[in-house]
């Protein structure tokens, strides 16, 4: 009995030595453990990262039948759906699939060697290859701009399932449907869309896909209707979107969709309304004509797994998918919007860019800086002008309207009865407008070497029903080809080099920034007010953005209104506002549009930028890293955010405001769990001498915080 008793404490603790680091490791601090394999066993095939698992039957045909949690062991899945669902020809093709499933609510395991092939479909997997992940498009990195060197593609693996016709006779024979996924190292994070390669001899359409289909388990059980419904814990996101508002919740409207599932008899909402699964799908067309020989992609999606309903561990899993998809969000050029776009103004920016060590010129709007003049002598001024830029180690670039303006009736978007283009009136991408003017932006970014692009008012997803446009066949097929047009100019520039501004969500299309979100007219109060709307924008936009992907505005000269009360000229006048605007975004790591002619207008102004814009490249790292709202700005007490990145040296750097007229002294506690630090902590204030400090069992580190009225205090972690 007592021997039985050591062997069975020997084999708890050998059990417990061997567990894989990944159990005990969280993600969100190191990543690396978490890699990325595809195995087969057994008649099935499962891609996995240690985070999630996604598997797949490979007969009686292909089909989904985990997607389990693994950071959790949870099932998502509770039911098994087509792989994909086309329209070819006007004939729907359900592809993948099984059938049989007793109930809807959940999959037992000992089921799933029961169910059959969709006798519905008309296609069957034939097999399947695997391989590393691919890069979507190509991209020239700006390493002077970034915190560290991000890896492209992201590392991880990819597996691609082929489906064929049954009947070789039919009219799918020679049509290949390929349903790709991949999944990424180090996050719970994974991908899928389909290619169609027609072989036919033929030109096809495909009319409609959906090409995500998963019936996942509700989060909420209620027998009565809502109207606001508790989805399950995932983010999903594709690169079919537009618009957005400098947000992402609004511009998936067009693509990512949480549906009642018809078959599902059994679930408790009394009317089966409930949203229990998700489709992916675009909201129209895209009515692509695909001649023999060529193959049609659909738009990627995105399913970001959560481990948590915490909203800070959430955004922070959300902000390390950008950084995973579209690394260049990382680049965080600090820019001048500049207010004139004469030769002498353009050399004068220049020249204090270099002083004071900003890095990047936009031509602003109202500038008088107009891209689609490509006459000889634009070009060549501007050609001109950007060579003396770049002599300086300065990018230059401008602005570009595309939406929000009317061109005429046969250029505009014709929109459906009882329909508006959202911004009140757009051009259509499609028209002969829209194509010249595309070609135009090529025509003049490759000339003048301009290397970066503001796009305002980009694609927002209008639709259009003319049948004249040379872009499009009508209204069935006019989303997919504008927002092509516009994707296709983005990813060239990113391979080009070109830094893109866009105020809408395309980052995973090649831009690197919208804005922070905020209301425009509000630089337009008096400055003080400014200070604390700021804060709280940067607070409020970081949840689901990190700072490098959000701008803010400091208006140098009068901005919509507000006389000299709102703006900041004559900047040596203004000395602690226009200091405490660079404290705020400097030390969030935002950047910010200073729009005017100058950045400085006597020794004691450039002294002043020089030293937030000194501290923001000493921290660049740190500072570039995520952020950790601690407590937002209400222009009562102190404010505060915390950088983390437990990969660096800083491992934090907390930034402290005190909006108030008197000096405030308080013992302020800070969770520090994702500097990666958990027993003891090296903090210096202000640049000071380092003092260390225990870390509780809570990850809580007491700093001792004493902040000069209208003024900020900050705390390097090491």
């Avoid at 995973?508 to 700021?534: A, H, V």
Wanted: aromatic letters at 12%; a negative charge.
């Amino acid at each position: 009995m007592k021997n039985s008793i050591i062997w069975i404490l020997v084999l708890l603790v050998t059990t417990f030595c061997r567990r894989n680091d990944t159990q005990t490791t969280d993600w969100l601090i190191d990543g690396s453990p978490f890699k990325s394999e595809i195995t087969e066993e057994n008649g099935f095939v499962t891609i996995s990262n240690g985070l999630i698992s996604r598997t797949f039957s490979l007969s009686p045909d292909g089909a989904t039948t985990s997607f389990l949690n693994l950071m959790t062991g949870t099932e998502l899945l509770r039911a098994v759906k087509p792989e994909a669902i086309l329209s070819i020809n006007g004939k729907s093709v359900r592809v993948g699939g099984l059938t049989g499933q007793p109930v809807m609510n959940y999959l037992a395991k000992e089921w799933i060697q029961d169910l059959k092939a969709d006798t519905a479909s008309p296609v069957k997997l034939s097999g399947y290859t695997q391989g590393n992940t691919v890069a979507r498009f190509g991209w020239k990195k700006r390493p002077e701009w970034m915190p560290n060197d991000m890896s492209w593609p992201p590392s991880g693996r990819k597996i691609d399932f082929t489906y064929e016709a049954k009947d070789k006779s039919s009219s799918l024979s020679s049509i290949k449907i390929i349903i790709h996924y991949e999944i990424y190292d180090g996050i719970p994070l994974i991908s899928k869309w389909i290619t169609v390669i027609n072989d036919s001899g033929q030109e096809i359409v495909i009319d409609t896909y959906t090409s995500e289909l998963l019936a996942l388990s509700e989060e909420e059980s209620a027998v009565g209707d809502k109207k606001n419904w508790i989805l399950p814990n995932l983010y999903v996101e594709t690169d079919y979107a537009f618009g957005g508002s400098m947000s992402s919740e609004s511009c998936f409207e067009k693509s990512v969709w949480w549906v009642p599932d018809p078959e599902y008899k059994t679930i408790v909402n009394y009317n089966r309304i409930q949203p229990s699964m998700l489709e992916c799908r675009p909201v129209i067309g895209p009515a692509e004509k695909v001649a023999s020989g060529k193959s049609f992609e659909t738009f990627r999606t995105w399913i970001l797994v959560n481990d948590s309903s915490d909203r800070e561990r959430k955004g922070l899993a959300q902000r390390r998918m950008y950084r995973t998809l579209a690394p260049w969000i990382t680049e965080n050029p600090i820019f001048m919007h500049l207010r004139y776009s004469d030769d002498q103004s353009v050399i004068n920016a220049v020249d204090q860019c270099v002083e004071a060590g900003f890095e990047m010129i936009i031509l602003s709007f109202g500038s008088g800086f107009e891209i689609e003049d490509t006459s000889r002598a634009n070009l060549d001024r501007f050609k001109t002008l950007a060579g003396y830029a770049h002599g300086k180690g300065i990018t230059i670039g401008g602005y570009s309207l595309l939406a929000s303006r009317s061109i005429d009736s046969q250029n505009d978007v014709v929109m459906p009865e009882g329909k508006t283009p959202s911004f009140g009136h757009s051009p259509c991408v499609g028209s002969l407008w829209g194509e010249e003017y595309f070609k135009k932006l090529y025509s003049f970014m490759e000339y003048t070497g301009f290397d970066n692009f503001e796009h305002d008012g980009s694609y927002p997803g209008d639709v259009c029903a003319s049948t004249t446009h040379p872009g499009h066949d009508g209204l069935a097929d006019s989303q997919q080809k504008q927002f092509r047009t516009v994707t296709d100019f983005y990813k060239w520039c990113r391979e080009k080099g070109v830094y893109l501004t866009v105020p809408d969500w395309y980052f995973l299309n090649g831009s690197s920034k919208t804005g922070m979100g905020y209301r425009e007219s509000n630089w337009s109060l008096p400055r003080r007010q400014q200070e604390i709307i700021e804060r709280q924008n940067i607070f409020d936009g970081t949840w689901e953005k990190s700072p490098s992907m959000g701008w803010m505005h400091v208006p140098l000269v009068e901005y919509q209104g507000g006389g000299a009360e709102a703006s900041i000229e004559p900047l040596k006048e203004h000395l602690p506002h226009y200091g405490q605007r660079m404290a705020d975004l400097f030390g969030a790591g935002v950047q910010a549009a200073y729009r005017g002619a100058r950045l400085y207008d006597a020794p004691q102004t450039l002294d002043l930028v020089r030293k937030w814009v000194t501290f923001y490249k000493e921290h660049r790292q740190v500072l570039d890293a995520d952020i950790i709202h601690v407590k937002r700005a209400d222009g009562r007490s102190l404010d505060a955010i915390l950088h983390v990145d437990p990969k660096g040296v800083e491992k934090g750097l907390l930034m402290v405001y005190n909006p108030l007229d008197v000096v405030v002294k308080q013992d302020l506690q800070v969770n520090i769990y994702y500097t990666g630090l958990t027993e003891a902590a090296s903090i210096s204030e202000n640049g000071g001498n380092p003092v260390k400090v225990k870390v509780n069992r809570n990850y809580e580190i007491t700093i001792p915080v004493d902040v000069a009225p209208n003024s900020q205090s900050w705390y390097l972690i090491k």
